[in-house]
């Protein structure tokens, strides 16, 4: 049992999807199906035995955020109810966030490097955030981006040599494929809202993000993945089946998520 | 009169004998480099260095102290793979990622003595703190060699030798590839030091 629960296999996608997707059934009657992101994810990071807080380096500051967002998710969705602003505003705070987080590297670099780096990273924050979270009531939708958000920001940083942060993307994917599966069979039973959006924007970029600052994950496969949340926008014949609309969703997900992974690809066989 | 001032200036004198007493010396960083080995698979041990190694130690022959500070670059690690060739990266790229060193966070990792053992002249067994990913824990080194004498071209004071030891990487944080890549770390330090 022990050998199952150290192999980076079940750590980064069995055991996330299983945790997700029991999180998920429980929740969902009342409305908190979106924690399975959340909850599938730090399954992992509590596997991989990377839970701790001392040093508070930039890999730990990540997963603290990630577990914030679930956290403020809730809150957004029981106590305000997401409004147009929320997405925008969530997308800002976390963007600051995702500065704190990166400080210790981008406090090293040259002051305009740093600045240059840290505004870039807040930005796409800001974007992946804003855009997810406004899928808050299109469950489907919001599955499918954040399968191809974790799963596209995992496979980028395998190969852009973080084995660590791509373990954490690809249980993310796993965690959000989890609720995914369910909003296919439930349809609109079944409600993402800002406790799934925001988990999986905020864990996803950052994830991107770290193999970008502390691996060699480049600029542009960020950017392609940055699209997750538009490229599911794209128009869904809604009188079909839910399992129908998330496969043809998931479609217009994955084009930019492979897309990341070919250009983080590309990049790692260059000279 | 005369007596009297060459006493006091005996008596100032004896201080700065004392002091002259502890030498300094700056680590030579062509001649002084921190080989580390690692276990894989259980087959071999792989063995790497450091290119950059700053610091220096002083010494008291005659109290039987020392004290020791080091800074090692860690981003220039090297285990000899450094051509990814048709590979994603070769091994000393991924040994500056996070899965390891992390040298964006990390450029620098310490040891700083806390306390010096002499069998002799020589000091024998150092004992201090390692700092690496942020952490800092105690590290024994053994001096294995140790000789002190005049550079044969320069005829500059120097003193050189061997220093070995061995940490765990996981008490580090470093846990990427435990226990297929080993987690002790096996210490081989090779050094030359010039008096300052």
């Given at each position: 049992?022990?050998?199952?629960?150290?192999n980076?296999?079940?750590q980064s996608?069995?055991?996330p999807f299983?945790?997700?997707?029991?999180?998920?059934?429980?929740l969902?009657?009342i409305?908190?199906?979106g924690?399975?992101?959340?909850a599938?994810f730090?399954?992992?990071?509590?596997?991989?035995g990377?839970?701790?807080?001392t040093?508070l380096?930039?890999?730990?500051?990540?997963?603290?955020?990630?577990?914030a967002?679930?956290?403020l998710g809730v809150l957004?969705?029981?106590?305000f109810k997401?409004?147009?602003v929320?997405a925008?505003?969530?997308?800002?705070?976390?963007?600051?966030?995702?500065?704190w987080?990166f400080?210790?590297v981008?406090?090293q670099?040259p002051a305009?490097?740093g600045?240059l780096?840290?505004a870039g990273i807040?930005a796409?924050?800001?974007?992946?955030?804003?855009?997810t979270?406004s899928l808050h009531d299109?469950?489907?939708?919001a599955?499918a981006?954040?399968l191809?958000?974790g799963?596209g920001?995992?496979?980028g940083?395998v190969?852009?040599?973080?084995?660590?942060?791509g373990?954490?993307?690809?249980?993310l994917g796993?965690a959000?494929?989890?609720f995914l599966?369910?909003a296919?069979i439930?349809?609109?039973?079944?409600?993402a809202?800002?406790t799934?959006?925001?988990t999986?924007?905020?864990a996803?970029t950052?994830?991107a993000a770290?193999a970008?600052v502390?691996?060699?994950?480049p600029?542009?496969?960020?950017a392609?993945l940055?699209l997750?949340?538009?490229a599911v926008r794209?128009?869904?014949p809604?009188?079909l089946?839910?399992w129908i609309?998330a496969?043809i969703?998931?479609?217009?997900a994955?084009v930019?998520?492979?897309?990341?992974?070919?250009l983080?690809?590309q990049?790692?066989r260059?000279? | 009169m005369?007596?009297?001032?060459l006493?006091g200036?005996?008596?100032?004198a004896?201080p700065?004998?004392?002091?002259?007493?502890?030498?300094?010396y700056?680590?030579d960083?062509?001649?002084?480099f921190?080989?580390?080995g690692?276990?894989?698979?259980g087959?071999?041990?792989?063995?790497g260095?450091f290119?950059?190694?700053?610091?220096?130690?002083?010494i008291?022959?005659?109290?039987k102290k020392g004290a020791?500070e080091l800074t090692?670059?860690t981003?220039?690690?090297?285990t000899?793979d450094?051509?990814?060739?048709?590979?994603?990266?070769?091994?000393?790229?991924h040994l500056?990622q996070?899965d390891?060193f992390?040298?964006?966070?990390?450029p620098?990792?310490?040891?700083?003595?806390?306390?010096?053992k002499?069998?002799?002249?020589?000091?024998s067994?150092?004992?201090g703190?390692?700092t690496?990913?942020g952490?800092t824990?105690p590290?024994?080194i053994k001096?294995d060699?140790?000789?002190?004498?005049d550079?044969p071209?320069s005829?500059?004071?120097m003193c050189?030798?061997?220093?070995?030891?061995s940490?765990k990487r996981t008490?580090?944080g470093?846990k990427?590839g435990v226990?297929?890549?080993?987690?002790?770390?096996?210490?081989?330090?090779?050094?030359?030091a010039?008096k300052e």
């Open positions: 049992m022990q050998e199952l629960l150290t980076p296999v079940i996608s069995a055991a299983l945790v997700g997707l029991v999180v998920a059934c429980i969902f009657p409305r908190l199906a924690l399975a992101a959340g599938g730090l399954a992992a990071v509590w596997m991989i990377a839970f701790g807080l040093p380096t930039a890999t730990r500051k990540l997963v603290v955020l990630a577990a967002a679930p956290v957004a969705d029981l106590a997401p409004t147009r929320t925008p505003v969530l997308g800002v705070l976390f963007g600051a966030g995702a500065i987080v400080w210790s981008l406090s670099k305009a490097e600045a780096l840290g807040a796409l924050v800001l974007w992946t955030v804003a855009f979270v299109r469950a489907v939708r599955g981006a954040g191809f958000l799963l920001a995992g496979t940083a190969l852009g040599a973080s084995a660590l942060l373990q954490y993307g690809l249980a796993a959000c494929g989890a599966l369910l296919m439930l349809g609109k039973r079944i409600v809202g800002a799934f959006t925001l999986a924007s905020v996803a950052l994830i770290g970008l502390l691996a060699k994950l600029w542009i496969s960020l392609a940055a997750v949340p538009l794209l128009p869904l809604e009188k089946p839910a609309q496969i969703a998931s479609l217009y994955l930019p998520a492979a897309g990341a992974c070919a983080a690809w990049s790692s260059a000279a | 005369k007596k009297a001032l006493a200036a005996l008596l100032a004896c700065l004998a004392a002091i002259a007493q502890v030498e300094t700056k680590v960083p062509i001649h002084s921190p080989h580390f690692i276990d894989h698979f087959v071999s041990t792989i063995w260095r290119d950059k190694m700053t610091g220096g130690f002083t008291d022959r005659a109290a020791v090692i670059e981003a220039s690690v090297t000899g450094t051509d990814k060739g048709t590979r994603a990266r070769s091994r000393d790229e500056r996070a390891f992390n040298t964006a966070e990390f620098r990792m310490t040891y700083k003595s806390t306390s010096v002499f069998n002799g002249d020589a000091p067994e150092i004992e703190q390692l690496l990913l952490v824990k590290v024994t001096v060699r140790w000789t002190c004498k550079h071209m005829k500059k004071p050189g030798g061997n220093a070995s030891g940490f008490d580090f470093m990427f226990p297929a890549i080993g987690d002790e770390v096996k210490l081989m330090i090779n050094f030359e010039y």
